[in-house]
């Protein structure tokens, strides 16, 4: 449904699909999906911070990055998860749709993980998510 701007004392407002309220954004749907994506960016975009501070010879310790991806990275991927992620769950139609959202999602945040615990452990890009995971000592 197409909607109309608003004029307010000769000055027009366009309508919007989406608006950031308290740090989250919320369309106009409420599925969440653009801040997910958001989410997702800004984890990267903070996990690239730490991996800059990191080499192999010198640079941070690896648990001083988990302190760092612990403290910092993931409250700010997932700040205000509980309401925006049951969004990305509750839109599925039918039990073969059901979550896809949340699922896409997780996977997503799984890489975002998986560069910080490379990082954390000093493992190579070959090695198995689950092995990185564990002595990394971080829950998958």
């Keep these: 449904v197409p909607r109309p701007p608003i004029s307010i004392r000769n000055h027009i407002i366009q309508p919007s699909r989406s608006h950031k309220f308290l740090g989250v954004i919320v369309d106009d749907e409420l599925t969440f999906k653009e801040h997910a994506t958001y989410a997702l960016a800004k984890g990267t975009r903070y996990t690239m911070a730490c991996q800059r501070m ?38 599925g139609r039918g039990k073969k749709n059901a979550g896809r959202g949340a699922r896409g999602f997780a996977s997503k945040m799984a890489r975002v993980q998986r560069m910080a615990t490379t990082m954390i452990t000093g493992g190579m ?16």
């Design 54 to 91: 990191t080499r192999a010879t010198k640079g941070v310790h690896g648990r001083l990055l988990k302190k760092l991806y612990e403290g910092v990275v993931i409250p700010k991927m997932l700040y205000a998860a509980d309401i925006w992620c049951s969004g990305l769950v509750a839109k």
């Design 125 to 140: 890009r070959t090695s198995a998510t689950d092995l990185l995971d564990a002595h990394a000592d971080i829950l998958p």
